[in-house]
């Protein structure tokens, strides 16, 4: 039976018990199931109802969500949004009726909620409004929509200098939280970008080479893993940072492991002595490779990663919110929540056993600040010497061009000159870029993570997307 036919037998029983079971009233109108709706169609921040806005802002609806941006200037506690919404159907904004052309406060999330006629539809949405840019905005609300992530965190730099930060949706889902440019979001394998300063800083000071070996006799590691023999004595800190050191990598070593055991176990049982590659030969990304860096750092260092990380990198710059993250106990008052997709667990990974490949989190604008002081720009001072620098941006394995170490470069389209570097756990995706020939940097954190065709090339060009944006400013 076609949808249309079904209709009219609906609204044909329909008349037949409203005229068999009461007398109809003079006074009241029947309304047709089909047309007694709770839809809104559209809403807007207009320039008629809102005469301090230049030119009006268009909502982005989708998932139970309107997302809106308005200039700074605007008064966003008195806002008077132009709704279109299904005939004789009523408006409530955070329970109350809303009456047409009265302002409102949207600096919170606001519950709209559209009532039917009838009162018996219904349908609710959550606004969630914003100062930005409307225009380049846009396209943040639609990634969000389109694969269902709550919460986003923009910041775009320009020649040292940040020129726009912005958080979009939801850090905290539950509590109504809207996201900022300074809560932390997990870094995902970002965090490698950070491991591979930390090697670079340790090289710098003298304590260690690119060409050192990591195992074996001689090994940087040995006095941790001794009596290590064959082809693993002949890993160096360069295979590991160019990803070619010829350990196993698929299943993937880190992740398929029983989260209990810790970081040593891991590379005992999972490394050492399941070497698949002579080591140089052939690149595959290799998460267990920067774990085996993150004990060189401890080893070299003479202390744990994180204290390494902040006190002798972080801290002469000055950046103090970069973090190994935790479980969601652990969570810190300004960090997000994690939701996972697809049946996956965002709590599901052990933080501080992955912290050197992917266990930092970190806010957009920490990011900024971090890539201004590894540019080898005169103006902010950096982290590492210049000559350290041009050394990890622009060492490019031989096994794959676009690796330098610890970083990709070399995109075949975006990011001319440009040093940069992704991330995906459960729950969360990141992608973030420094130093474009055009003086570009660029991060977008999600606390969120699809698994639908398509998604990690749309994270990429809505990252680039916004640095092109503001690239005149």
């Given at each position: ?6 209709s009219l037998?609906y609204?044909a029983?329909?008349g037949?018990?409203?005229i068999?079971?009461?007398k109809q009233?003079p006074?009241?109108?029947t ?15 207009n320039?008629?109802?809102?005469p301090q ?6 909502c982005?609806?989708g ?5 809106a ?6 008064d966003i506690t008195?806002?008077?949004?132009s709704?279109?919404i299904?005939?004789?159907a009523s408006?409530e904004l955070?329970?109350?009726k809303?009456?047409?052309g ?5 600096s919170?999330p606001v519950?709209l ?6 009162g018996k ?5 959550t ?9 380049i905005?846009?396209k ?5 929509i389109?694969?269902?992530?709550p ?6 730099m320009k020649?040292?200098r940040?020129v726009?930060a ?12 809207k996201?900022?440019?300074d809560h ?5 394998s970002?965090?490698?970008t ?7 800083k340790?090289?710098?000071d003298?304590?260690l080479?690119?060409d050192s070996?990591v195992?074996?006799?001689?090994g940087?590691?040995d006095s941790?893993?001794?009596?290590v023999?064959g ?5 160096t800190?360069?295979?590991l ?9 698929s ?7 029983d ?7 891991i590379?005992?049982r999972?490394?050492?002595?399941c ?9 595959s ?5 920067f ?8 080893v ?11 006190e ?5 710059a ?10 969601k106990q652990?969570r ?17 990974n052990?933080?501080?056993v ?8 970190a806010?957009?604008n920490?990011?900024?600040d971090w890539l201004a002081h590894?540019d080898g720009?005169p103006g902010?001072?950096d982290?590492?010497k ?15 061009s676009?690796?330098?170490l610890g970083?990709?470069v070399?995109?075949?389209i975006?990011f ?10 459960s729950g969360?995706a990141?992608y973030?870029?420094g130093?474009t020939t055009?003086g ?6 999600c606390n ?10 749309d ?5 680039n ?9």
């Amino acid at each position: 039976m076609s949808r249309s036919l079904k209709s009219l037998l609906y609204v044909a029983l329909a008349g037949f018990v409203l005229i068999s079971c009461h007398k109809q009233e003079p006074d009241q109108v029947t309304v047709k199931p089909s047309e007694d709706k709770a839809l809104l169609t559209s809403m807007e921040f207009n320039t008629k109802m809102n005469p301090q806005m230049v030119s009006k802002s268009s909502c982005t609806k989708g998932n139970g969500y309107v997302y809106a941006s308005v200039p700074d200037y605007v008064d966003i506690t008195k806002l008077v949004p132009s709704m279109s919404i299904s005939e004789n159907a009523s408006v409530e904004l955070n329970g109350v009726k809303y009456e047409e052309g009265q302002p409102f406060d949207f600096s919170e999330p606001v519950k709209l909620k559209v009532i039917s006629g009838t009162g018996k539809n219904k349908s609710e949405y959550t606004v969630l409004v914003k100062y930005g840019d409307k225009d380049i905005d846009k396209k943040a609300y639609e990634f969000m929509i389109k694969y269902s992530i709550p919460g986003v965190s923009v910041s775009v730099m320009k020649d040292e200098r940040i020129v726009y930060a912005s958080g979009f949706g939801l850090a905290d889902v539950e509590h109504q939280v809207k996201v900022t440019p300074d809560h932390l979001f997990r870094l995902a394998s970002i965090s490698k970008t950070f491991t591979a300063v930390c090697i670079m800083k340790l090289i710098e000071d003298g304590k260690l080479s690119l060409d050192s070996h990591v195992f074996g006799a001689d090994g940087v590691l040995d006095s941790v893993f001794p009596g290590v023999t064959g082809q693993e004595t002949e890993v160096t800190v360069r295979n590991l940072l160019h990803h070619n050191s010829g350990f196993k990598t698929s299943p993937d070593p880190v992740f398929d492991y029983d989260s209990s055991i810790g970081t040593d176990e891991i590379i005992r049982r999972r490394a050492l002595g399941c070497m698949v590659e002579k080591p140089g030969v052939k690149y595959s990304y290799s998460n267990i490779g920067f774990l085996i860096l993150g004990r060189v750092v401890e080893v070299v260092s003479g202390k744990d990663y994180e204290s390494f990380l902040k006190e002798d990198v972080l801290a002469p710059a000055g950046i103090t919110d970069i973090h190994v993250g935790g479980n969601k106990q652990q969570r810190r008052p300004n960090e997000c929540i994690y939701y996972s997709q697809s049946g996956t667990n965002g709590y599901g990974n052990n933080m501080p056993v992955i912290k050197a490949l992917g266990g930092l989190i970190a806010s957009t604008n920490q990011l900024m600040d971090w890539l201004a002081h590894i540019d080898g720009k005169p103006g902010v001072p950096d982290i590492l010497k210049p000559e350290t620098l041009d050394v990890m941006y622009h060492t490019v394995a031989s096994t794959n061009s676009q690796r330098a170490l610890g970083w990709s470069v070399n995109h075949s389209i975006l990011f001319p000159g440009g040093h940069f570097h992704s991330g995906n756990l459960s729950g969360t995706a990141t992608y973030y870029v420094g130093g474009t020939t055009e003086g570009m940097s660029g991060a977008v954190l999600c606390n969120s993570r699809s698994y639908t065709s398509g998604f990690d090339t749309d994270l990429v060009l809505l990252t680039n997307d916004f640095t092109q944006y503001f690239k005149n400013y």
